[in-house]
């Protein structure tokens, strides 16, 4: 029974909810159903249908004057009738009391009655603002305007502020006795000692991985474009600044054991076999340590440096483009140096300056050959 009732009063409802819909022609198929079980929602719906009915058969008349004046009174205040210059006046008016240069304020001031009304009324209020005595504010309002201040944190304390100076270098590892002290202080300072220390641990028991290749030679393109690994010589007088010792004896010995120690450690992978006819003709660098190559112990340097560019050559196809173009510019300016080198000693055998020189730069070429194939091997 107290089932059936409240299937009924849920009928009823859902009638209701429908009801409005169904009499402006929505088609509502339930209405009709339930009016013709239901007998005070089948009433209800019956005056509704005879009013509207009757309402249809009524003629059309014009409203009066009056009603039609109390309407567009009540448009007109609420600007559905504010012709666009006026609302162009209001969206600059602002702006314009405000010292700013607008040119149509006045003009449209001039043209339209109300909006100049509301100018001139406006410049009087301003004009008598401005003539106003200045009094002191009263204390509760200079209380009130300092706590709101505060809590926008306007007046951050000294100590809080030497505590933020302070922050950077107590993680990194230094000694600021003042950065605990203040934390256990100040609860927001505490609390983002706390947050970054627990940043900091988080970050120490993060699994170490090895960048991708890609990572390793955007880094090392990086470096070299910055100077980091010396500045490119442009001749073998410039080789002054890699600080070579005087003597060329034991220069010559300490270049040997760098290139033939470099040569010796590079990775089996990368070492090319170099009795292969066309690589050698490819190479461009073997004609040319073969055309410079001088004699005697330079010249077993010389093609130390030449295998170790042949295995370069040959494996520099898969060398990221922008690595690949840093070490053709650091080869190109050696090359250029050992050049000249070679060309000095070939006017002056006994020129010994010229011959230390020429060492060095078969040093700092193995070196930028060694550490490319390192970089291809990775």
């Known amino acids: 029974m107290e089932e059936a009732r409240y299937k009924s009063v849920a009928a009823c409802s859902q009638f209701d909810g429908e009801l409005e819909a169904y009499i402006e022609g929505e088609t509502r198929p ?5 009016a013709q079980e239901c007998s005070a929602c089948g009433t209800l719906l019956a005056d509704l249908q005879s009013i509207t009915r009757a309402a249809h058969d009524l003629a059309l008349e014009e409203p009066s004057p009056a009603v039609w004046s ?14 666009p210059a006026c ?63 505060k809590a ?16 950077a270098a107590y993680l990194e590892g230094e000694s600021r006795p003042f950065v605990l002290a203040h934390a256990q202080e100040c609860k927001p300072c505490g609390v983002l ?18 960048p991708s290749r890609v990572v390793w030679a955007n880094v090392h393109a990086q470096l070299e474009a910055q100077g980091a690994f010396g500045t490119p010589v442009t001749g073998w007088r410039q080789i002054l600044a890699w600080r070579f010792l ?34 050698v003709a490819e190479s461009r660098s073997g ?21 170790l560019e042949s295995n370069y050559r040959a494996n520099e196809a898969s060398m990221a483009p922008d690595l690949k173009a840093t070490y053709e510019k ?13 060309d000095s000693l070939q006017q002056e055998p006994r020129n010994s300056l010229a011959r230390d020189y020429l060492l060095t730069a078969y040093s700092r070429k193995a070196e930028v050959l060694s550490s490319a194939l390192e970089s291809e091997g990775r």
């Open 152 to 167: 926008e944190g306007a007046f951050t304390a000294p100590a809080c502020t030497q505590f933020e100076a302070e922050l």
């Open 87 to 149: 609302r162009q006046f209001d969206a600059e008016l602002e702006t314009y009391l405000e010292g700013e240069a607008r040119p149509l304020v006045v003009a449209h001031a001039r043209e339209c009655a109300s909006c100049g009304a509301l100018l001139a009324d406006l410049q009087s209020i301003k004009q008598t603002a401005r003539e106003l005595p200045q009094e002191e504010p009263s204390p509760a309002v200079w209380a009130t305007l300092r706590a709101s201040l």
């Open 330 to 342: 650091s080869l190109v300016s050696l090359d250029g140096s050992i050049k000249e080198c070679l």
């Open 287 to 307: 004609a040319q340590m073969a055309s410079m190559a001088p004699a005697g112990e330079d010249s077993n340097l010389a093609n130390v440096v030449s295998n």
């Open 246 to 279: 005087s003597h060329p004896l034991p220069l010559a010995a300490l270049a040997a054991l760098v290139i033939m120690g470099a040569f010796l450690t590079l990775p089996s992978g990368s070492v090319q076999p170099w009795g292969n006819g066309s690589e």
């Open 193 to 210: 000692l706390s947050d970054l220390q627990s940043i900091q641990q988080a970050a120490r028991n993060l699994a170490l991985e090895e």
């Open 30 to 34: 339930f209405i009709a159903s339930h």
């Open 70 to 83: 109390s309407l567009h009174a009540r448009l007109q205040a609420e600007g559905a009738f504010v012709p």
